[in-house]
């Protein structure tokens, strides 16, 4: 035998682990119906590492990389010969042992192929067995102590009663004895004992990172879902297959739309969300088969921190409805890092898809507009908003007028950016088209009032976002385009404002949104 495959998440490792695979090379064991199992001492340990790409949850509390780096310690400190396999998280599978051997193939580049005549399988996973009896392979069954069709019995605390332990008591103090020192110097040199802790006492999550009852994101994810359609159509056509990642990909529903695509059946894709609840449901979702291509991935990141992608290694980059928001919390600075990490981790020939909110052509021009008096109450109470009784419910029953007059204290008023208006007479008033615009797309949504007013919409005009694209290194593609939602200014606009130039020429509604299609040569 020339491999001795060790499957399982390797959370922790063992001083038993590390006895028995000394005498399992040195022909000091039996195999699984209790036949000898002759020397294998120039046999390699393969660890294969399940769930590599799930953490932060109780089941995976530990990262792939950290469970990597435990593994190479442990093969010095023991002498074994081994290498690591990183093997993702699979929906629940009778083909599981395929999928390991697959594994090991691929990130070998095919040197280790893992067969019956070459490889014992070390398992003590009842299930994981019975599949590689299945595929023909003989098993040596580490802490599993008992035959076939008995009562699970046990020669040593296996590794998750350990993780267990740690959890309960934030420290690897209780178990320093039976855990090797391999796993102690990783999970005490980065402090990860109270973070194990604190995973165990995380009202969110269960084991496996599940949604519990403690907090309703159901019908906070449902708003991404909705949008899934209209967000599949404005892309569809300017993605490039490949290693394909969306940014702040909320629950996963676009991916859902990417990952059932026939012509991105051959793409790898990823999605990269900063918010843990959103994160979680991504994860929780794939490991349910929610997503019909298997190679999609989540990780949880924040892009604005650091770059989090290898140069050159991605093919298409899709950002909705993100880029608007790092212009309002952060600043213009910080979208023009995000723009130029975008820019570095996209390969030759690849694109940046940003689809969002825009301000209008020539922004800064200066109109005149009729505002509705009528379809409300006037403000009458003096008090700032965020100190009325009941903000969402006064907002709400605001004329269009009075809430212009509330928009104008309130947008921007905490970043110390006032709006600059002219007041022409009850119902009308003089300001730029972008200010114009930052109004009207947010005097509908009363219930989020405060919250509006610091999300800025109409910062960058279209030719704006294009100056930026290309000042990182971009080039224009076509496809890409400034629109008109047409519903938002038929139901929205048009019904409660009148706008006209200074001239006194009546102007039409503009531009809404856009669709970038960013390339690199």
């Known amino acids: 035998m020339q491999y001795i495959l060790f499957p399982g998440r390797h959370q922790v490792l063992t001083t038993f682990q590390a006895e028995y695979l000394a005498k399992l090379r040195s022909g000091e064991c039996v195999d699984q119906v209790d036949?000898?199992?002759a020397a294998l001492a120039h046999a390699v340990v393969v660890f294969a590492v399940t769930s590599w790409d799930r953490s932060g949850t109780r089941r995976n509390p530990l990262a792939g990389h950290r469970r990597e780096a435990a593994i190479e310690l442990f093969g010095r400190d023991t002498g074994l010969p081994l290498m690591t396999i990183p093997v993702p998280n699979v929906s629940p599978t009778p083909r599981f042992a395929d999928v390991i051997v697959n594994a090991v193939d691929v990130h070998t580049g095919g040197q280790v192929a893992l067969t019956p005549t070459n490889t014992i399988v070390a398992s003590s996973t009842p299930s994981v067995i019975d599949m590689f009896v299945d595929d023909g392979f003989r098993i040596a069954p580490v802490e599993l102590?008992?035959?076939?069709?008995?009562?699970e019995t046990f020669a040593a605390d296996r590794p998750w009663p350990l993780v267990e332990a740690i959890a309960a008591s934030g420290s690897t103090a209780d178990v320093a004895d039976r855990l090797h020192d391999a796993s102690i110097e990783i999970i005490d040199r980065y402090n990860l004992a109270p973070q194990i802790a604190e995973l165990f006492t995380d009202p969110l999550l269960g084991d496996e990172g599940d949604l519990t009852e403690t907090r309703d994101y159901v019908i906070y994810a449902?708003?991404?879902?909705?949008?899934a359609d209209r967000k599949f159509d404005l892309v569809n056509e300017l993605i490039r297959p490949g290693r394909i990642v969306d940014i702040g990909c909320g629950t996963g529903a676009l991916l859902k739309k990417l990952a059932a695509t026939p012509e991105l059946a051959e793409s790898d894709l990823f999605g990269i969300e900063a918010a843990r609840p959103l994160f979680e449901i991504c994860e929780h979702r794939r490991s349910m088969g929610y997503f019909e291509n298997e190679n999609t991935f989540f990780y949880h990141r924040n892009v604005l921190n650091s770059p989090v992608l290898a140069p050159a290694s991605i093919d298409t980059t899709i950002t909705m409805a993100l880029t608007h928001e790092v212009l309002s919390y952060l600043s213009p600075e910080a979208l023009v890092d995000m723009a130029s990490r975008i820019a570095t981790h996209t390969r030759p020939g690849g694109v940046w898809i940003n689809a969002d909110v825009c301000g209008p052509d020539d922004p800064d021009v200066v109109v005149e507009?009729?505002?509705d008096?009528?379809?409300g109450t006037a403000d009458v109470d003096d008090r700032p908003t965020s100190e009325l009784d009941d903000p969402a419910a006064y907002i709400g029953a605001l004329s269009t007028w009075a809430r212009w007059q509330?928009?104008?204290?309130?947008?921007?008023?905490?970043e110390r950016e006032p709006v600059e208006w002219e007041f022409v007479s009850s119902g009308t008033a003089r300001a730029t088209r972008r200010v114009l615009y930052e109004f009207l797309s947010k005097k509908d949504y009363p219930d989020n009032w405060l919250?509006?007013?610091h999300e800025r919409f109409c910062a960058l005009a279209y030719a704006d976002w294009l100056n930026l694209a290309e000042e990182v290194g971009f080039s224009i593609a076509p496809g890409s385009r400034s629109y008109q939602n047409?519903?938002?200014?038929?139901?929205?606009?048009r019904p409660v404002c009148d706008v006209r130039s200074l001239a006194g020429g009546r102007e039409d509604f503009g531009v809404t949104h856009l669709v970038l299609a960013a390339t690199v040569a």
Do not use: C, H, Y
């Open 222 to 227: 449902d708003s991404f879902d909705r949008g």
């Open 406 to 414: 509330r928009f104008t204290n309130d947008f921007r008023a905490i």
């Open 451 to 453: 919250s509006e007013m």
């Open 486 to 493: 047409d519903w938002i200014v038929e139901n929205r606009f």
């Open 373 to 375: 008096t009528s379809d």
């Open 369 to 371: 507009f009729d505002l």
């Open 145 to 151: 102590t008992s035959a076939p069709g008995e009562p």
């Open 35 to 37: 036949e000898p199992i």
